[in-house]
């Protein structure tokens, strides 16, 4: 099937910015979902509220626009639910680490199979250039106006504490390798986490006078690496790409299933 | 206590158990799938009732992070097709109200209970208290409407256990249970109806076939909205913002006005089939109580103490809050020479029975605001006063 | 290996919002913005059907139609 064929064309344009990083990654999740060959009506998208949770209404999946911080706990109820669906979950910065944070670190601890994009643009888009929870210490925003003295999350550091069992993180500019690991995270049979810095030329690039949409993707160019580059040993500010982590756990919904089965055996 | 007529007793189906367990069991008997909560005192053995129960019947129970994930989490299983519920209590339903508001405007099916105690904040969490009527109504923000019932006995939980669910099922709305500390702690006799003795409301589905234009949100014309569960091959939009009859978001006022107009009329308009209540010695009573829940048992006590003496007490018992029954309470108080609503809150039904009748100087209140259960001689107190007697 | 051959850009010309993105990062310079401020193809002679534009593009503007070796439209 056709990349268009994926989403509904009576949306578009879409209300992005100009050069909004959201799009490209709504670009390549169409990409992963037609080289992954898997049919609309065994998707669903959930998402929460901001810029980036607009994602949701553009795609023909079963979508649900939900609450500023808690799509992930309604993609549980979805998924627990109908365990054969696939379930991706789209969230901004402040969405999935804010507001959110709390159950972003319980889905991954109980390993539920879903994939969990994080649409980083270190900013609050939406509200118009706060600073976020992902917002780098001393970065500029409408409620930082000397300068952000917040520490950062590390996502990637966060999702593997947590328990995640498929983290990674790329770019927008970074495209191949961006629906690549969106796919691999979609297939992967845990709670999957991908981080994708992202691009809001209108609020994080003019506050903080890194220029518009391409220079922030030149930065993204410039100032990342795959995982175990030895550039990172000279240069310690250079964000890595990559996988991090993959590995097997038992799956929550698997574990439940099991549990009810446990019961009837016993019950005849 | 009352006997509702589709039960026969048999030593089968006799039960002694407390409320909340009640509650539990009425779910079951509903069919609900899907359980998601968080514990807390006064309601927490309903969620222990569902974790051992729900996956032998085949259906899941999550303990979720709080309250907030639990609500959400059950109106997304909802949205897969399943009959589902959550409970809680005072802290834990402030916590809900956001997603409560999400569930009405996407006008997903689903059950929350609320077994009150003492507030407002941590409060009294193993007292009993009935102050969060108002909340119930008015938690969310943002003009809306709501269906709220309640139960004073454990043959009564069962029943209105069940019938929150038709009626979530019937109006396409998230349907509140306020029951309360006192009667889900209680244990008492209970009888277990025979499956369809109460009839269940079984999810509308929509009859569009595939490839067809399905209108998740075009009421049919007797205003109810076929469905069709996620996974199914109708894929539309679910929205917390103003939406058109696909689901995507509108912000033309023609649309906006007629969806909240929907969302009120869909529940106002069929006060008649929501609103549940007991009539208790009516017909010649020249003094009424009005009462619910735990309140209502001292309430239904006293009258039956004072009929006993010659006493013409009455009791109207609501079981729905919400809508409120306004006309069938102007009905029973236009007769008698006064009324007196009996709650335990500073008189959140109280307001609502003097905005309904004609002469609101005669309704007076009894409460109890202290975390005890309002007694038949704290009412009796009461009525003395008013007619002169004092205590 | 045989080279895929540039049969011509599908640009849905209202989608496109002038980024500028396509435009930049082509490794041909292929691209460019018209008067309008929107995606043109200045140098299609020159476009190695690598994509990027097409797989970066925010908006879902851009479609390159090459066909595959050895197939006859790009579609097997
Ligand atoms: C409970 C609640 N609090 C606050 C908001 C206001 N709000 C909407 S979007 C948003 C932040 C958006 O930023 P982010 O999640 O990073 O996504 P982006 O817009 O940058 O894609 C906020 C604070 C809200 N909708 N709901
Ligand atoms: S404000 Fe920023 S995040 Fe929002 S659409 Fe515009 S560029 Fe994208
Ligand atoms: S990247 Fe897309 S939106 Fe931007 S200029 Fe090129 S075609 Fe237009
Ligand atoms: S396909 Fe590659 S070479 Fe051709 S226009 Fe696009 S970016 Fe340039």
Redesign the pocket.
Known sequence: MAVKDYIRQRFFPHMWCPGCGHGTILNALLRAVETLGLKKQDIVMVSGIGCSARISGYVDFHSMHTLHGRALAFATGVKMSKPELNVIVPMGDGDALAIGGNHFIHAARRNIEMTAIVMNNRIYGMTGGQFSPLSAHGSMGTTAPYGNIDHDFDVVELATAAGATFVARTTTYHVHELSDFIAQAISHKGFSVLEVLSQCPTHYGRRNRVGGAVDILKTYKNNTVRIGSDKKQENPDLIERGVFVKKELSEYCREYDRLIAREHREAE | MNKTPETTETSENIKFMQGNDVCAQGALYAGVEFFAGYPITPSTEIAEQMAMQLPKHGGKFMQMEDEISSLCAIIGASLTGHKVMTATSGPGFSLMQEALGYAVMAEIPCVIVNVMRGGPSTGLPTHVGQGDVNQARYGVHGDHAIIALTASNHQDIFRMTVEAFNFAETYRTPVILLLDEMTGHLREKVVLPEPGAIPLVKRLRTAVSNGVDYHPYLPREDGRLPMSDFGEHHRYNVTGLYHDMWGFPSEDPKIVYGLIRHLFDKIENNIHQIARFRKYYLKDADILLISYGAAARSALHLVENRRRRGEKLGLLELQTLWPFPGEIIREACRNVKFTIVVEMNMGQVLEQVRLSVDTPEKIFLANRIDGELITPTDIRNIKRVIQGKGI | MKKKQYKGHKIERSWCKGCGI?VEF???Q??ELDAEGKVSVARPQD????????LRCPDLAIE?ICTEPGTENGHE
């Not at chain 3, 476009?47 to 097409?54: D, F, M, N």
Request: proline share 7%; aromatic share 0%.
């Open positions: 396509c082509c490794p041909k292929v691209l476009c190695i059907c690598c994509k990027l534009c097409e390159v």
